[in-house]
Structure formats: structure tokens, C-alpha cells
């Protein structure tokens, strides 16, 4: 199972700095990754001051482009750092993995770039018909609110 981590490690983040790939299951339907962030300090948004002072972590489960028909799912486990700022607004903060997060992100930057294509070459409702075929379905109105204004 290593040596299977491994590859799909460089093959899934092997643009990515800073993650590492826990472990994979493979159903049916699915392929859960469960990876981490192993960034020693991430930078404050507000103030752009850097911080390794960790206060807690948690689990984010952004979609991904599919593999194989089957539906992927990250489950990325990041950490809320403190501020060391004392005089910036923000107290806490959570580290975004560049390339892989954003802000309020359900998606991964992959999938998400995938859908701005498909939402400025195509839109409405043939945009939803093909993010179907290839198993990253959204509706027309997400398609023509979220990515289709976006370049």
C-alpha cells in the first residue's frame, strides 16, 4: 500500500509543495485521499505576517476531478494558526495549500479551473450537460454565477 500512496501522491499533488498523502480508499463510486499540510508556517491574510504557532487543525473535503469515473474526494486536514501580530484584526487564520484551496472552497483549484473552461466556453445548460459526462456535475446557475464570469 506504500508504494500505491506513493504514486498516486505524485501523481495527484506532484505540483503541490507541503502535502502529504495519509491514505486512499477505493470503492465503487468513490476514491476518498486523506492527505495533510506539512507547511511549517502559513502567512497571515490580513496582515501577511507569517506564523507557526498552530491553535487547532481540522478536516476540509474539497471535490476533485474524477479518476477513473469515480468521484474524488480530499480529505485535507489543515491548521488554524495564531496571529503573532498583535496588532492585526485577525487572531486566527487557517493556512490555504496553494494550488489545492481557496477560501470558503468546496472544490479543488483543479476542478474549479476545469468549470471556469467549461463555464465560459459553453454556459448554461450544455456547460451542466458536459460537466456530467465527465462526473464533476454542477447546475447551469452554478455554472453561469460561480464560473462563468471568471477568467
Do not use: W
Amino acid at each position: 500500500m506504500n508504494e500505491v500512496q506513493l504514486q498516486l501522491e505524485q501523481l495527484l499533488f506532484s505540483s503541490l509543495e507541503n502535502v502529504s498523502v495519509e491514505s486512499v480508499e477505493v470503492t465503487d463510486l468513490f476514491v476518498r485521499v486523506e492527505a495533510l499540510s506539512t507547511a511549517r508556517q502559513a502567512t497571515c491574510p490580513s496582515c501577511g505576517c507569517p506564523s507557526g504557532r498552530i491553535h487547532g487543525s481540522y478536516l476540509r473535503f474539497p471535490r476533485d476531478l474524477p479518476a477513473a469515473g469515480k468521484f474524488v474526494v480530499v480529505a485535507l486536514r489543515v491548521r488554524r494558526f495564531v496571529c503573532s501580530e498583535n496588532s492585526c484584526p485577525r487572531k486566527t487564520f487557517v493556512e490555504q495549500v496553494s494550488g489545492l484551496t481557496r477560501r470558503f472552497g468546496r472544490r479543488t483549484e483543479r476542478l474549479r479551473s476545469t468549470l471556469v473552461s467549461v463555464g465560459l466556453a459553453l454556459a448554461g445548460r450544455a456547460g451542466a450537460r458536459m460537466t456530467d459526462v465527465f462526473g464533476a456535475p454542477v447546475s447551469r446557475n452554478t455554472l453561469l454565477t460561480d464560473f462563468g464570469s471568471l477568467g
